[in-house]
């Protein structure tokens, strides 16, 4: 009895998650005649249904048979899109893909694993929504903004992973790995807090990158914000706002790591915590409500962001 509860749980689940994603793809295609878009919101729920129907099969019988069921799914969707991509010559392959996922997150459900499944949800319902925004920023990028990107990738994802993680030295300091780990930390601060800039504004922007990033490392965001201010010079007071936050937030952060460890501190470091965490956001307050539009001066401006012109992205290596 209580087997079967919980079987009626994931498949429910499971049409839940499907229909979510239909949804969304019902409401981006709501201008289409009915009939003429290739998935809806109950194609979605039943293709989920589908892929825990076909997982509880293959658990009782053979688990080959999930994996014949989800080629033979794909074959037909892959055929549908084809015929689909043909009559109107319009050629993509997102909702064919996003019902694939909606027949894996039905099957991974009916595994037990509902927690991933609805987190996988959430990550395709975002992407999939966020179509015009993605595009629009894809189109916005300038060729040093991809170079930056890929410099990025290279000094983290390359480089980074194939550096000795051990000291050479009789003083145990120079660590090749934990040194270009903080020149990789310190480059992605820099590249976080530029858009930021240039999405949020230099107010919004650098707050943001002061507080996020300051979780990590205050050191790293106050090298990034300091070497940033060589290329905006006209927003020093943004800047060392930055600076501050970063630095205030390492407070509240101690506090919750000695409460962790030994909670019996909490009630000593209360107080004076958050006496100085107040005491910085007072003058972070203070600078952000003193700061002025300038007066760019610089020769190298390529943005205008919140009627304010920004020059380039400055080289993170």
Same mark, same amino acid.
């Given at each position: 009895m209580h087997q079967n509860l919980v079987e009626f749980q994931h498949l429910a689940i499971a049409l839940a998650l499907g229909l979510l994603i239909g949804l969304e793809r019902g409401w981006q295609e709501r201008q289409a005649k009915e009939g003429s878009r290739l998935a809806g919101i109950r194609t979605f729920g039943l293709v989920s249904l589908l892929g825990a129907l076909w997982q509880l099969l293959s658990f009782q019988e053979n688990p080959f048979i999930l994996g014949i069921s989800f080629l033979s799914f794909t074959i037909l969707v892959i055929s549908i899109s084809f015929i689909e991509a043909k009559h109107k010559q319009v050629y993509g392959i997102t909702t064919s893909v996003a019902l694939m996922i909606a027949f894996a997150l039905g099957a991974l459900t009916m595994q037990g694993h509902t927690a991933l499944a609805t987190a996988a949800t959430a990550v395709t319902v975002i992407l999939l929504g966020l179509k015009p925004a993605l595009h629009h920023w894809v189109r916005s990028l300038e060729p040093h903004e991809m170079t930056a990107v890929?410099?990025?990738?290279?000094?983290?994802?390359?480089?980074?992973?194939?550096?000795?993680?051990?000291?050479?030295?009789?003083? *145990?300091?120079?660590?090749? /790995?934990?040194?270009?780990?903080?020149?990789?930390?310190?480059?992605?601060?820099?590249?976080?807090?530029?858009?930021?800039?240039?999405?949020?504004?230099?107010?919004?922007?650098?707050?943001?990158?002061?507080?996020?990033?300051?979780?990590?490392? +205050?050191?790293?965001?106050?090298?990034?914000?300091?070497?940033?201010?060589?290329?905006? *010079?006209?927003?020093?007071?943004?800047?060392?706002?930055?600076?501050?936050?970063? +630095?205030?937030?390492?407070?509240?952060?101690?506090?919750?790591?000695?409460?962790?460890?030994?909670?019996?501190?909490?009630?000593?470091?209360?107080?004076?915590?958050?006496?100085?965490?107040?005491?910085? /956001?007072?003058?972070?307050?203070?600078?952000? +409500?003193?700061?002025?539009?300038?007066?760019?001066?610089?020769?190298?401006?390529?943005?205008?962001?919140?009627?304010?012109? /920004?020059?380039?992205?400055?080289?993170?290596?």
């Open positions: 890929f410099k990025l990738i290279l000094i983290s994802a390359v480089m980074l992973p194939i550096l000795p993680n051990q000291t050479f030295d009789p003083w *145990q300091a120079f660590n090749p /790995y934990q040194i270009w780990w903080m020149v990789v930390l310190i480059c992605g601060v820099s590249f976080i807090g530029y858009f930021a800039i240039k999405i949020a504004g230099a107010k919004r922007g650098i707050f943001l990158t002061g507080l996020l990033a300051g979780l990590a490392s +205050s050191t790293a965001v106050t090298l990034s914000l300091s070497r940033l201010g060589k290329q905006y *010079q006209h927003i020093p007071r943004e800047l060392a706002a930055g600076v501050i936050v970063a +630095s205030v937030t390492m407070f509240p952060r101690i506090l919750i790591i000695a409460g962790l460890i030994r909670k019996e501190l909490m009630p000593l470091l209360l107080w004076p915590i958050g006496l100085m965490t107040l005491a910085g /956001y007072l003058i972070v307050w203070w600078l952000i +409500s003193h700061c002025e539009t300038p007066e760019t001066t610089s020769t190298n401006k390529i943005y205008t962001i919140h009627d304010q012109e /920004y020059p380039a992205l400055p080289s993170i290596i």
